[in-house]
């Protein structure tokens, strides 16, 4: 973390990657990113939002690979609300509909150096079962509002009925301070 | 090396010189040999011992110095091998030598622990230690000696040294070491070898060889004899030191400073050496005759100091000896000469306290002293007894005589020393190595994981039965039955407690002992005690009397209600004709004998009168006593005030003389009545008690006695339940109870069997039984793994194929020692609060229920019953328990700490629960003295004081502390968080401050301005900005209840619902999802192109700039045209317009727009025509408040967007003759003909604004006129309706998120309400089908009032009185009056909820609130004006519609004789029903006070909605038949009051706008001057009340000729201005909008005039006549 000596904040740099994904039952998933972070928080270069290419699994190995690069650097005066990474995977159903098959967040780690983060990734439930089958034939699946509600605890405890299921998702940080 | 060689050859001669001179060859010799050996042969260590043993003269002594040479040797060697061993040496030395010659080292040691802290260092103690025995030896001469030797010493001691720096030199010597060796130092005073230097070898030797050489020159003076060594010891416990040795251990303090020194400037050369060889050798001789004066050995150091340097070859000082044996019992003697053992034997305590001091204890005087650390008692012992006999041993006692102590012996910063080193260097042994951790096979079972592999642990749960004492299907006899069965029950334990035999028994025992007691008061007279104690009986013969007639009772009515309910069973199966249960009760008598019963019962009730006889006297006693006190206070009292009067008397009447003293008492009592001190109370007479009467006691006794007893004489009834009898069979039942029946035998019951909330087993399906009873007799035996954390059997009920959960039975966790075979089964008491019903006999589950013919006395009966069930550990083959040991129990393991600490103990859930707290705080047995405990034990004591404040917070105060981070002080006192903390607490200034400065310097105090400032203007009210005090108070209030709503919404925001987070598709129904389907099916269509929805963005990471609002002006209708310039047709400006268009007859207008936006002016081109057409976008940047695009931001703008249309007027200037010829100076001036003011708000709300808007235009335009030339019958008509239009289309690009409605969260939320449940779901449903059905048209049925409670609206809607004046101003005239009435109305100044509510909710006030606020939205305006007409007597109800520009709002629809009326209440409009202007869009409900009815029509725009409600295909009504109204009361008030508007105040007023207005008008002209056409001014103001009468209308032309007679050489342009007044604010800004100052004309002059008009309750009007004026 570099302090500059006139305007007092320091940067936080993060490189890094999405490397891959276990969903034992998907294929051909792509993955959004984007930050979530507080009021003292800025992002001074970088990208903040993203989206990565579609990848599939290989016959060997049953893991979603994406390698996708992460660099951004944000400034901030305050430790609270440290960035967070969101990320959701969507990937096509038996219809050929863009699903939500993940999400997850992660907050960037507090150390410098490099860190390996496995997200596990999960997706809000339908509330009845009628729900589950005509979203599924219809390809809507009940998606968050905003995939940054899963940065943040409110409102967690008033969705009463939201069952989650469980992927895994690695990402991986080399956070520079 | 050279050096030391040479040193070597010279002391080698010396020796030989000294070897003569010495008497001990062979000691010497013996040293010989024994250095090298020790040095070189490690395995001749005992041989060599045993030689140094075996010497005849002193063998302690060489032993002694044996051990040394070996120690020193072993040191060496192992130094060279590790440092780590290095520090044992030292502490394993003395162990392992235990020999009697090792004490005296030992002894040392423990003399300096003993007597001075273990800081000096080594070598000075070690002198001290010498000094007594030096002391005695050595008489004062010696002191020469010895200064003599400090010299030689000092000059041997810098050779040296000299060696050692030059070893120090070549190799450093690490820091480390250092470190360490002072450890060793600090612990071990002994030899004192710096080990340091001894790492490096051969340097080493030398230098270790006359290190050694020294010490055991010490040593040999030290100890010359055992006797010595003894007297040595004994003194060295005094305590005072001699001046003698004081100075010695000063010189050799010196000669250390010296060897010090010569370390310091150790860079010495060899040629110095030389000299200072020579100089050792003086000094060696010096020392040797010293050492000639202290012993006689002490020559043999010379020689040792020589041999060690003799470079003899190891064998030749080798020399075999055998080891001494020394006797078991001698050394042991020789143990306890010198080894001091302390005692364990408890040690009292007065030796521990100081003399004559008592011990105390202060945790008896109720002080907190903290848990000791755990110590065993021998322990303890050991050590006081060793402190004893240190010095000042005492000052380690505390008051309590035991040893200080902390209550937490673990210091909180580490003693380890700090490892300074880099991360290489750091030895490898030393490296933390990580392991990860193992899984164990068993992960989270019973931590048995390493003593018990296998852990397999058996739980047996026995499910034997269930019972139900009350069950759906019981019929009524079962429910009597069931209910005598009960008593039943109770009757027989209470006959096995047989509490009344037992009180009865405990009552006469105590009755003997009071007449004893009596008795021996009656012969001995009384004494203190016994009456003491005979009163002390009495009291408790009296309670236990109490409680046995208590109990009697109970005895007796139980009884009588088991033969009630029997009797009522027989009736009951007399009257059904069958019976459906096997009880019968028998009564057996047990006759008494009659006499001796009645005189037992007698004699009873004589005791008891008498007892109560002798409590009343005494009460009596105790009364009278106080009466009789109470009686001299009152005495005393009269005395004073009679002496009190006679005083004032005597002044009074000292004139008079009359003599008043001997008044009597009647006098003297009226006196005081009228006392003239009327602040003393008059005590009242105490009344004499009265004694009770003997008669009553005994009738009351009596009384009682045959309510709660067995009369005399009457037999003793013993009831018996039997289940002997039979039960009816079905072919002599009827229906019901055959349905009921056949219902019993249909249901059968099953349990499940959950494990920590997982089913493991269920046991088989039983029949119910016509008893209800059920067994099931089955054992499960589940293999566990996991810790129980719960049991829980589920009781589920099958009938046919479906199940149903009856009930939960929460079985507790088995302790370890209940083992199968030995836990008793136990009755589970179960209930169920289901609601069942039957249409046969059976009576139900939570159903009243009478046996009354009257069907009074209900009782409503829940499934209950009783579960016999059993869970235990199992047993194994070897009847080994199952059952996890105790130790590993997760309560039994845990124990310690989960007592201590709450949250392990009870949970965290269990923190809410104060029972449970105070549970664990009984349980754990706190010490309410320990601070720690003080925030539990004040919770305990203000919950169990009754007062319970729910915490509704979460409690870790206990771990606060760890989170501090820093004090409070220093957060209250930082700016930088304090600005955090607002910002947290959503202080409005700071709820959306961004970067918080990093650093407190950076946080400028300029920050907390306006904060403070709001904080200080809270209660001041300023009233200069709003001219009229009542609408400061006014504004005020609304500012409070917003600031209230505010709090209450970001409360609510935080609060999130399922649907706020989560897209779900709703539950669709078939047709849906049929034509869902059907479309899945469709062929694609890619050319028809479709609606895309615009992307919406979320506020997040926009910025300034990023907003544009986009205004497209497409078109306006109806524009006002200039009027031919009067009487003066040859104007110029007029001709040469009319020239420039040729292709009119004449210009009629060239009217441009300009949308004016945060101070953004832009404008179209000009057009020409009333009817022009722009077709022009125009873009205005937008910027949000403070930056902040969040969405509760942007809600809150109060921006409005000005859209005004202008005339473009040329005129030619400065007509100079000369240049007219070649040039035209134009000039341009832009005559203001109306505006569109649309809030941004609305815009933001909806997104779009598309429609035509009505042009705001003054009553009367000077110079305007709206008769158009053309006469097309479309113009025609919309002439007619007498409005300019203008068609727009406003956006915001980029689509921004409305704002989510916040109402249906606080429905849910925060606000509560005082209706119905039932209510509020109805509307709830009724909304929300009225949304899915028609999602455009607003439907409302409840809405929040200003405390914020939902209201059903029609609660609203009640006749109101208009003011009075109105209804008398037109008499005759009813449709004067309404419109009257509705200009009222709308000259209440509109203040929209979303702007000051920052959030779309409706808050709706009532009538009498609203007039009072004077503020409010269309709803409010329509309410009102709905109130009034239903007073006019017309048919009204309020339209909740959507309009333009508003968006949702109210209107009002009138029924009249000639059709439906539209009132627009802001402006007190009306439209027809078929008016197309009308701005009103849609129609989606109509309220009134009765009901609330939706549009279900086709099309809702009024012009095609059919207003008749009563017709159900048009208009759903919220009450109906099926949910009627249920007769709501109105909140609104009975009657309106209004207050008569102070005429001078409106005048006073009036000016003042007028002046302000002036002053705008020239503050805003800075660089031209601003006349003011004084005469023009009074004409207008003359000609404001007759607008405001005539309300604007019909006034326009006569006016206009009247303004052109009287101004006739200029040109005038103006308009009046209406406003409805709140603040001067929007007068100015509508002033400043129609851009008449803009003139510049050198020529311009201007007229202003302004008029308010009152009305009752403050409602102003407010007319601005505005003119410019150009002199032609």
């Known amino acids: 973390m570099e302090t500059t000596s006139n305007s007092s904040v320091f940067l936080l740099t993060v490189n890094g990657q999405i490397e891959g994904a276990n969903f034992p039952d998907y294929d051909h998933l792509y993955c959004k990113y984007c930050y979530v972070y507080g009021h003292d928080w800025a992002p001074t270069t970088g990208l903040e939002e993203g989206i990565t290419q579609i990848t599939s699994k290989s016959s060997q190995s049953h893991k979603l690979i994406w390698n996708f690069p992460l660099e951004t650097t944000f400034k901030s005066t305050n430790p609270s609300g440290w960035p967070q990474l969101v990320v959701s995977v969507y990937g096509p159903d038996v219809f050929g509909n863009d699903v939500v098959r993940g999400y997850g967040a992660t907050h960037i780690p507090f150390t410098p150096g490099q860190h390996i983060r496995t997200i596990p990734m999960f997706v809000p439930e339908p509330t009845w079962r009628l729900q589950k089958f005509t979203g599924w034939l219809l390809g809507r699946r009940p998606e968050y509002t905003d995939p940054k509600v899963v940065a943040h605890g409110e409102g967690r405890e008033g969705s009463s009925c939201l069952p989650f299921f469980n992927e895994l998702n690695s990402c991986s940080f080399h956070s520079v301070g | 090396m050279a050096a030391s060689s040479e040193i070597r050859e010279k002391l080698r001669k010396k020796r030989r010189a000294l070897q003569d001179t010495l008497a001990k060859n062979k000691n010497e010799d013996d040293i010989q040999a024994l250095v090298p050996s020790a040095r070189f042969n490690m395995d001749k260590q005992p041989t060599a011992m045993k030689e140094a043993v075996g010497s005849d003269e002193d063998p302690g002594e060489t032993l002694r110095r044996t051990l040394r040479a070996q120690r020193e040797k072993r040191k060496t060697k192992l130094l060279e091998q590790s440092f780590v061993q290095d520090e044992d040496v030292g502490e394993v030395s003395p162990t392992q030598y235990n020999s009697p010659n090792e004490g005296p080292s030992s002894r040392a040691d423990d003399s300096v ?318 490296q933390t190595v990580y392991r990860k951790t193992m899984k164990s096979q068993y992960a989270n079972l019973y931590i048995a994981g390493a003593t018990d592999p296998e852990g397999d642990y058996q739980l047996d749960v026995d499910v034997s039965g269930l019972i139900f004492s009350h069950h759906p299907l019981f019929s009524r006899e079962h429910v009597l039955a069931s209910r005598l069965a009960q008593l039943y029950d109770q009757y027989l334990s209470r006959q096995q ?220 009834l013993i009831p018996e339940l039997s289940t002997s009898g039979g039960i009816t069979g079905n072919d002599q039942c009827p229906r019901p109870e055959i349905a009921r029946r056949e219902d019993v035998s249909r249901r059968s019951l099953f349990i499940k069997i959950l494990y920590n909330h997982k089913e493991v087993s269920r046991t088989d399906s039983c029949s119910l039984s016509t008893d209800f009873r059920v067994h099931f007799g089955q054992i499960f035996n589940l293999k566990v793994l996991n810790c129980p954390h719960s049991i829980n059997l589920q009781v589920f009920e099958e009938i046919g194929s479906s199940y149903s959960l009856l009930v939960q039975v929460f079985v507790p966790v088995p302790d370890p020692s209940v083992v199968t075979g030995r836990a008793p089964i136990e009755e589970i008491e179960f209930s169920s609060n289901q609601h069942v019903m039957f249409d046969h006999e059976g009576v139900g589950s939570d159903v009243p229920l009478s046996f009354e013919s009257d069907g009074s006395n209900k009782l409503t009966l829940l499934t209950s019953g009783k579960l016999s069930c059993c869970v235990s550990w199992g047993v194994g083959e070897e009847g080994v328990p199952l059952a996890p040991p105790l130790s590993q129990h997760p309560a039994g393991a845990h124990r ?122 809270g209660e001041t009210i300023d009233t200069r900005q709003h001219l009229d005090p009542h609408r400061a108070v006014v504004a005020k209030y609304l500012q409070q209840i917003q600031e209230s709503v505010i709090n209450r919404f970001i409360l609510s925001k935080h609060h999130y619902q399922l649907s706020d987070l989560v897209i779900e598709e709703e539950i669709p129904s078939i047709g849906i999802l049929g034509i869902n389907l059907f479309k899945l099916a469709e062929s694609k269509r890619p050319l028809k192109p479709e609606r895309k929805e615009r992307k919406k963005v979320t ?46 007859s004449q210009v009629q207008v060239r009217p441009f727009v300009e949308v004016s936006f945060q101070r953004t002016v832009l404008q179209t081109t000009t057009a020409d025509g009333p009817n022009p057409s722009w077709n022009e976008e125009l873009q205005l940047p937008f910027n949000a408040p403070n930056g902040d695009y969040s969405t509760g931001s942007l809600q809150s703008v109060k921006d409005e967007v000005f859209i005004n249309i202008f005339d473009e007027v040329l005129y030619e200037t400065g007509p100079s003759d000369k240049s007219r010829a070649t040039s035209i100076h134009t000039q341009i001036e832009k005559h203001w003909l109306g505006s569109v003011k649309i809030p941004f708000s609305t815009i933001y709300s909806q997104s779009k604004i598309d429609g035509a808007f009505k042009v705001n235009t003054p009553a009367v335009l000077l110079g305007y006129s709206r008769e158009h030339g053309s006469t097309s019958v479309y113009d025609q008509w919309r002439s007619t309706q007498g409005g300019t239009f203008i068609r727009l289309f406003i956006t915001v690009e980029p689509q921004l998120m409305p704002g989510e409605s916040v109402r249906q969260k606080i429905k849910e939320a925060e606000f509560n309400s005082q209706e119905d449940e039932r209510l509020l779901q109805a509307s709830e449903k009724f909304e929300i089908h009225a949304a899915g059905g028609y999602p455009d048209r607003p439907c409302i049925t409840t809405v ?327 002199r032609t």
């Open chain 2, 113 to 430: 622990v003993f007597t001075r802290p273990p800081t000096g260092s080594q070598r000075g103690v070690s002198v001290k230690s010498e000094q007594p025995s030096r002391s005695l030896h050595l008489d004062t001469f010696v002191t020469r000696h010895l200064q003599e030797k400090l010299r030689a010493a000092r000059s041997k001691g810098e050779s040296l040294q000299q060696q050692e720096t030059s070893e120090d030199s070549s190799e450093p010597v690490s820091r480390l070491q250092r470190l360490k060796d002072r450890d060793t130092i600090t612990r071990f005073d002994r030899e004192a070898h710096p080990v340091s230097s001894r790492r490096h070898d051969d340097p080493l030797t030398l230098r270790t060889r006359v290190k050694f050489q020294e010490q055991a020159g010490r040593v040999e003076k030290d100890f010359p004899s055992a006797e010595e060594a003894y007297n040595f010891f004994t003194f060295n416990y005094e305590p005072d030191q001699p001046s003698k040795p004081e100075s010695k251990s000063r010189m050799r303090q010196k000669h250390r400073d010296g060897v010090e020194e010569d370390d310091r400037d150790g860079n010495r050369q060899e040629e110095a050496e030389e000299e200072e060889e020579a100089e050792e050798d003086e000094a060696e001789e010096d020392n040797q005759d010293q050492n000639e004066f202290q012993s006689e050995e002490a020559p043999l150091v010379r020689n040792e100091d020589d041999l060690f340097v003799i470079d003899h070859s190891p064998q030749d000082f080798v020399e075999v000896r055998k080891a001494e044996y020394v006797g078991l019992k001698m050394r042991v003697q020789r143990d306890r000469e010198l080894l001091f053992t302390p005692s364990f034997l408890t040690v009292p305590t007065s030796v521990k306290l100081p003399e004559n001091m008592k011990p105390r204890f202060l945790e008896d005087e109720g002080l907190y002293v903290g848990q000791r650390p755990a110590v065993s008692m021998t322990n303890e012992n050991i050590s006081e007894n060793r402190i004893l006999k240190m010095a000042e041993g005492s000052k380690w006692f505390g008051d309590d005589g035991k040893i200080l102590a902390l209550p937490d012996p673990i210091k909180e910063s580490s003693t380890r020393p700090p490892l300074f080193h880099m991360d290489e260097e750091l030895d490898p042994a030393l």
């Open chain 2, 497 to 716: 407690n047989n509490l009344t035999g037992h009180l009865t028994e405990k009552l006469n025992g105590l009755r003997k002992a009071l007449r004893n007691m009596m008795r021996i008061h009656g012969e001995q007279g009384s004494s203190e005690a016994l009456q003491h104690r005979i009163s002390e009986y009495s009291l408790e013969v009296r309670n236990t009397r109490q409680l046995r007639d208590l109990e009697q009772e109970k005895d007796r009515t139980l009884l009588r209600s088991i033969i009630k309910v029997w009797k009522e069973i027989k009736s009951l199966r007399e009257f059904q004709k069958y019976t459906n249960t096997p009880f019968k009760l028998f009564l057996r008598r047990e006759n008494v004998d009659r006499a001796l019963d009645e005189w037992e019962y007698e004699g009873e009730i004589l005791k008891e009168v008498l007892e109560l006889e002798a409590e009343s006297e005494e009460q009596h006693q105790k009364k009278l006593a106080e009466y009789n006190k109470q009686l001299e206070d009152w005495k005393l009292w009269r005395k004073k005030q009679k002496a009190k009067r006679r005083k004032k008397k005597k002044k009074k009447k000292g004139q008079t003389q009359d003599d008043t003293e001997e008044e009597d008492e009647e006098e003297q009592d009226q006196d005081e009545t009228e006392s003239e001190d009327p602040f003393e109370e008059d005590p009242v007479k105490p009344e004499v008690p009265e004694r009770p009467g003997v008669d009553s006691l005994e009738r009351w006794v009596r009384e009682k006695a045959s309510r709660i007893r067995r009369k005399p004489g009457e037999a003793i």
């Open chain 2, 896 to 1017: 310690g700490p989960g007592h201590l600490d709450a949250v392990s103990y009870i949970g965290a859930s269990g923190l809410y629960d104060m029972k449970k707290i105070g549970e664990w705080a009984i349980q754990s047995r706190l010490d309410p003295n320990d601070p720690k405990n003080t925030s539990i034990m004040h919770l305990l004591k203000v919950a169990t004081s009754g007062e319970v404040t729910a915490p509704d917070y979460f409690r870790l105060e206990h771990l606060q502390e760890e989170f501090n981070f820093v004090s409070d002080e220093e957060i209250e006192r930082s700016k930088r968080f304090r600005l955090l903390r607002l910002r947290n607490q959503e202080a409005p200034e700071f709820r959306n401050y961004k970067f918080v400065p990093l650093l407190e310097r950076e946080v400028s105090d300029k920050v907390f301005q306006d904060y403070e400032k709001r904080l200080k203007e």
């Open chain 2, 1099 to 1144: 506020a997040q990471n926009l910025s300034d700039g990023d907003i544009r609002l986009l205004v497209n002006v497409i078109r306006a209708h109806n524009i006002p045209i200039r009027k031919p310039q009067s009487n003066k047709p040859g104007q110029s400006s007029q001709s040469a317009i009319q020239g420039s268009d040729w292709y009119l």
């Open chain 2, 1344 to 1670: 929040i009032d200003l405390s914020g409670k939902t209201v059903f609206i029609t609660r609203y809607i009640r006749p109101l009185n208009p003011p009075q004046e109105f209804l008398d101003g037109f008499p005759n005239n009813p449709q004067e009056a309404t419109s009257l009435v509705a200009q009222y109305v709308s000259l209440i100044p509109s203040l929209p909820d979303q702007v000051s509510f920052s959030a779309t909710c409706d808050l709706l006030s009532t009538c009498d609130q609203f007039l009072t606020l004077l503020a409010g939205d269309e709803q409010e305006h329509a309410v009102l004006l709905c109130n009034y007409f239903l007073f006019l007597g017309k048919k009204a109800w309020l339209i909740i519609g959507t309009a333009i520009p508003e968006g949702p709002t109210a209107y009002v629809l009138t029924h009249e004789q000639s059709g439906y009326f539209i009132w627009n209440p802001s402006s007190g409009q009306f439209y027809e029903k078929g008016d197309t202007f009308c701005p009103l869009q849609t129609v989606g409900c109509l309220v009134n006070s009765d009901n609330v009815w939706f549009n279900i029509q086709k099309n809702p725009s009024p012009l095609h909605t059919n207003f008749d409600i009563t017709k159900a295909k048009m208009w759903k009504p919220f009450f109906s038949r099926s949910f009627s109204h249920p007769g709501l009361s109105s909140v609104q008030p009975e009657e309106l009051v209004y207050r008569q508007t102070d005429k001078a105040a409106a005048a006073e007023l009036q000016d003042r706008v007028e002046k302000i207005l002036k002053e705008k008008i020239m503050e805003w002209r800075p660089r031209h001057p601003t006349r003011w056409n004084r005469y023009c001014n009074t004409t207008l103001k003359q000609f404001l009340p007759k607008l405001e009468l005539s309300r604007g209308q019909n006034v326009a032309e006569g006016h206009r000729v009247e303004l052109q007679n009287l101004l006739g050489d200029y040109r005038i342009s103006g308009f009046p201005l209406h406003l409805p007044f709140s603040e001067v604010g929007p007068i100015i800004e509508a002033v400043h909008s129609t851009g008449v100052h803009n003139i510049h004309s050198s020529t311009v002059e201007f007229a202003l005039a302004v008029y308010i008009h009152p009305y009752p309750n403050n409602v102003l009007s407010v007319w601005v006549y505005l003119a410019s004026l150009v």
